[in-house]
């Protein structure tokens, strides 16, 4: 979570704050401390089950050749 305790973020909450989007890239748990903030700032977030399901995505595609669905 970008610190030693669990619940630590390694951004102040100004530099949140000012941000139009965010990402984590921690899976579990898919809420994380950042996300949480950047959600109450208003930014659009992207979690870590997001990033992992699009690395999946693009990795199906180059293994087989076909380009997944959304779904």
Do not use: C, K, M, W
Request: net charge negative; glycine share 8%; proline share 4%.
């Amino acid at each position: 979570a970008g610190g030693q305790e669990e619940h630590d973020v390694a951004f102040g909450q100004a530099t949140i704050a000012a941000a139009e989007t965010v990402f984590d890239v921690v899976a579990l748990p898919s809420e994380t401390p950042l996300i949480t903030a950047a959600r109450a700032a208003g930014a659009q977030v992207i979690t870590g089950a997001q990033v992992i399901a699009l690395q999946a995505a693009a990795q199906f595609e180059r293994y087989t050749g076909v380009r997944p669905t959304a779904e």
